[in-house]
């Protein structure tokens, strides 16, 4: 089933998956909202509503929850932290050149440039360290095994000393997401399936639609898609492989988002679809 | 996610404790041909002081107990099983640890039998049932690297066997039971154990040189695993049927699995909290929880002593995906792999494949065995089971996808849904019986998803990829007549395999074995074993191949042919790298004929003597006293049988042990012939073609 929310009054915003809903970043103001519903709701620890003094997401629309109730947003300038307990700025961070990457696992978080040759780690504590990668980062996502990345100069997926390398060559860019107990490169054959714990390469899983740059993970499912047309969905858990959901829409996709089964896909300006998987 | 990977090695007849000559030790040295072994030769004597031993280790889980060096009798001390699977070429094993203890007992507790029983009555309470031990209490997982099931004892000693697994230390998380394993081993360990009754073993456990304590383990099951499946069906549902005397129960049978099902036939109805969930919409996977917990006696905290998981039937219409096993996304409880759901009035849509036939857009309901398949997927997927096509492949078996099922059906020219196969697969067989607890039973370990994620990096595949081929030098034989014995081993994979430098008989990384027609095994021990000489592991690239050839007549336990009829004449290389051993075999058919006149009953009498077959073996008549008249008289009945054409062709005849000491320019240009020229040459590499 597939409705729409009008979130017009954000725009332009970005979505990203929470762990009781999807936040909606966008307009200085960060907001969760039911999953399901598509209304605000209270955070747990504060209105839901925090205003992020100075944020634009006009450049790098990508932002990110963390595991221990901060958000993640990536700016002009850097990297905002935003703390859930008291909607306030904890922390901005400068980077070397605009972050439009991001990752979290194990109370860290990281980002990087994506064409850029650095990743900048944020620990527990707030520490930062900045990573000089020896070629030029393509996509990164980060698992119970911690952080993984390609550089698209070596076509290596790297996770601290250990690597993987990818049967193909990737792009300057590449949909790369952690789910289900693996990591997903898309590729022009499918889904590329590398075994998390092993670190070795798994088969091509071919789907509907590809290779996409926007790969997310939803309660366990991956979704993937670029355009407004279609989207693909793979459920592990169901008797079905990776079906194509048509949307009945024209455009880029900006950003995807979602909890507990509830798909938001949204183009930035405010019109979002949301698919109940 | 670590997993069991195949222990290599002990390709072995059933028989408790057969003659072997696969065994570093050799109680008597090497016999050399200027010292022939006499029946009066007091070493040979001293031989018949020792035995081989083939522990044959049964099928099916072990219970275990671990008790570490230094813990008192009422200390901390570890249970849980083993899991022995017996795979050609050798066994996979696999096990799981649970901390157990402190006894803190008061005196009037202490049975009357001794403070001692007081364990052992423990132990043994669980009977011949395979024991379930609570989730919190998981310690490790041992994934089995090595057995070694061979040995050569005196006559007075108990066989031993050595058991090497990895040891993976189990992370459980600060609430729940869904915790981590590392990527690699904690430590590696070793059980030293020697046979303690029917089916028991008890020994000594080590990490290197170091004592960890003392283990035990019995059988209790030829299933590997049991498990509990409640079947549930909401208003209006219909539970997947039995189809002819296949169900559920078979085809985790299929699997190894000993698995209980309770079809209930009543229904149950929806509470109150899902007022808003159509009965027949598709069903989001929190809905679905919500109605397991309202399964009268649903009770999370039986998973401690059962591993049980709810299947419920939903009336759910067509395009739901036919199942899902909802308590990964859908969990409300942090209880992960509870239950999973299948769609009665779900099936089989054209949009998800164009290969259903017969049952294209029709429901589940009505057709019975696509019904039953997709159930079994489902609660397949509770004991964390992935999709195949993230794994080998898609292929005719319960855990690929149904649609993929139908699709494979179609390429091979079969029918959905009368072909469907109701049965796991190898890989997934593989993980139900090896898979460390938590990751499979319910209740523990979250779904998997996509990627089983266990080290597999020496596992047995590529052992798939050595091929050993045997060729006799005839298809059949006469009783008495000695057969030539060629074997190659060649690695068919595109990457080199460590193996040993020469595959001879004599160096032991070859057993020839006889299988009579009455199922009896002789192993063909060759005399002259090559001990001292070491035999290096060395690289064989793709494509090459090790060569070898023997007589096959008689060895140090006896002849290969005593009796006419068909036998099987199989050559198995050993070999051990890093601590696994490995093993690859082939075999060829030779047909005894029967004796059928005076000349044939006669020649065989006289050359089935025990000096004939060491003369034979020796490839020297002069060695073994009375060969040579044995073989002269023979000969002289009818030169022409075929053993005696045989012998002479080997130069063991009179008149080609004469021809052996003409002028070597005569000798130069005959067919080089006997056994230990044979075998002296035997051993080559070649480029296979």
């Not at chain 2, 070793?190 to 020994?203: I, N």
């Not at chain 2, 209006?236 to 049978?253: K, M, R």
């Not at chain 2, 027949?280 to 905290?301: F, I, K, Q």
């Not at chain 2, 089983?452 to 596992?459: G, K, L, M, R, V």
Request: charged letters at 20%; one cysteine or more.
């Amino acid at each position: 089933m597939i409705r729409r929310l009008d979130l017009a009054a954000l725009a332009p915003f970005v979505l990203t998956s929470g762990a009781s809903g999807v936040w909606v970043a966008g307009r200085s103001r960060l907001a969760l909202h039911d999953a399901r519903t598509g209304s605000a709701i209270s955070t747990p620890h504060g209105s839901g509503a925090g205003e992020l003094r100075g944020a634009s997401f006009e450049d790098a629309p990508v932002a990110v929850e963390a595991s221990d109730d901060r958000v993640v947003l990536c700016v002009a300038d850097g990297l905002v932290v935003v703390s859930l307990r008291s909607d306030r700025e904890l922390q901005r961070l400068p980077t070397p050149t605009v972050p439009d990457a991001l990752a979290v696992g194990d109370g860290r978080i990281w980002a990087g440039g994506v064409g850029a040759d650095w990743i900048l780690e944020l620990d527990a504590a707030g520490v930062s360290t900045i990573r000089r990668l020896d070629g030029r980062l393509a996509g990164l996502t980060a698992d119970a095994q911690g952080l993984w990345w390609i550089e698209s100069d070596t076509d290596l997926l790297v996770n601290g000393d250990r690597s993987v390398r990818l049967p193909d060559p990737v792009g300057p860019t590449v949909g790369l997401v952690a789910s289900a107990g693996a990591v997903w490169v898309s590729t022009d054959g499918g889904l590329l399936l590398v075994r998390s714990f092993a670190a070795e390469v798994g088969p091509t899983v071919p789907v509907p639609i590809g290779p996409v740059d926007r790969l997310v993970d939803v309660s366990g499912a991956l979704v993937g898609g670029d355009s407004f047309e279609a989207v693909f969905v793979m459920d592990p858990a169901s008797d079905s492989g990776p079906r194509r959901v048509d949307m009945g829409r024209r455009g880029p996709i900006a950003s995807i988002a979602g909890s507990s089964g509830v798909v938001w896909i949204a183009d930035g300006d405010g019109d979002t679809s949301v698919i109940e998987l | 996610m670590p997993e069991a990977v195949d222990v290599l090695g002990d390709d072995a007849p059933d028989a408790a404790e057969t003659p072997n000559p696969f065994g570093p030790v050799d109680p008597l040295g090497p016999p050399r041909l200027s010292e022939p072994i006499r029946p009066a030769d007091p070493r040979l004597i001293d031989w018949l002081q020792w035995r081989f031993c083939n522990t044959r280790l049964r099928e099916g889980c072990y219970r275990i107990t671990y008790r570490p060096k230094g813990s008192p009798w009422w200390g901390n001390s570890f249970v849980g099983t083993v899991r022995i699977e017996d795979i050609a070429g050798g066994y996979r094993i696999s096990g799981d640890l649970y901390r157990r203890g402190p006894f803190f007992r008061v005196p009037w507790q202490v049975p009357t039998g001794g403070l001692f029983e007081l364990d052992d009555a423990d132990e043994d309470r669980d009977g011949g049932v395979i024991p379930i031990y609570p989730r919190k209490r998981y310690n490790s997982y041992l994934k089995g690297t090595g057995a070694r099931t061979f040995a050569v004892v005196r006559k007075h000693e108990r066989c031993p066997i050595t058991l090497n697994f990895d040891q993976f230390d189990y992370t459980h998380p600060a609430t729940g039971f869904s915790g981590t394993f590392p990527n690699s081993a904690t430590r590696s360990i070793r059980y030293e154990l020697t046979s303690s009754g029917s089916d028991a073993y008890s020994g000594t456990a080590y990490d290197g040189t170091t004592e960890l304590g003392t283990v035990s383990m019995k059988w209790v099951s030829g299933s590997f695993r049991r498990a509990n499946v409640e079947m549930r069906r909401l208003t209006g549902a219909e539970h997947p049927p039995d189809v002819g005397s296949e169900n559920l129960q078979t085809v985790f049978d299929t699997a190894g699995w000993d698995v209980t099902v309770t079809k209930v036939a009543a229904a149950i109805s929806k509470p109150a909290s899902l007022a808003g969930q159509s009965a027949t919409d598709c069903w989001s996977t929190s809905n679905l929880h919500r109605l397991m917990e309202s399964v009268p006696g649903y009770d999370p905290a039986v998973l401690d002593s059962q591993w049980k998981a709810y299947l419920l039937a939903v009336p759910a219409e067509l395009g739901c995906s036919r199942g899902v096993m909802f308590d990964s996304s859908g969990d409300l409880n942090d209880i992960k792999r509870e239950g999973a759901a299948t769609f009665s009035h779900d099936g089989f849509p054209a949009s998800h494949s164009s290969n259903f036939g017969a049952a294209e857009d029709e429901l589940m309901k009505d057709h019975p065995r696509g019904f039953l398949r997709s159930a079994a997927h489902e609660v397949g997927h509770t004991f964390n089971q992935i999709h195949q096509s993230f794994e080998g492949g898609n292929d005719n078996s319960i855990m690929t996808v149904t649609p993929s099922v139908a699709n494979v059906l179609a390429a091979g020219a079969q029918t959905f849904p009368d072909d469907i196969d109701l049965a796991f697969n190898a890989t997934v067989r593989r993980h139900l019986i090896h898979l460390p607890d938590p990751a499979v039973r319910p209740g523990a370990m979250g779904f998997f998803g996509a990627a089983i994620n266990a080290p597999e990096a020496d596992d047995v595949v590529f052992l798939d990829d050595v091929e050993v081929t045997v060729v006799a030098d005839s298809e059949s034989a006469r009783l008495g007549e000695p057969i030539s014995v060629a074997w190659t081993m060649a690695n068919t994979s595109d990457d080199a395999i460590p193996v040993p430098s020469r595959i001879t008989a004599q160096s032991l990384a070859a057993r020839i074995s006889i299988v009579d027609p009455r199922g009896n095994v002789t192993f063909i021990r060759p005399v002259d074993i090559e001990v001292c000489s070491g035999n290096p592991i060395t690289s064989l690239d793709a494509g090459e191949e090790l060569g070898a050839e023997a007589i096959v007549f008689y060895g140090t336990d006896g002849f290969a042919f005593t009796e006419p009829g068909r036998h099987v004449v199989a050559v198995t290389v050993l070999w051990e790298v890093a601590g696994v051993h490995m093993s690859s075999s082939g075999s060829t058919d030779l047909w005894v004929a029967y004796p059928l006149t005076d000349n044939d009953n006669q020649i065989a009498s006289l050359l089935l003597d025990p000096a004939v077959g060491e003369a034979v073996a020796l490839g020297e008549p002069a060695m073994s006293p009375g060969s040579a008249e044995r073989i002269e008289e023979a000969t002289r009945i009818q030169s022409g049988h075929p053993a005696c054409a045989k012998l002479s062709r080997m130069g063991l005849t009179p008149e080609s042990t004469a021809a052996k000491k003409a002028p070597a320019k005569k000798r130069a240009a005959k067919k080089r012939t006997g056994a230990k020229k044979a075998a002296s040459k035997s051993s080559g590499r070649s480029k296979k073609k």
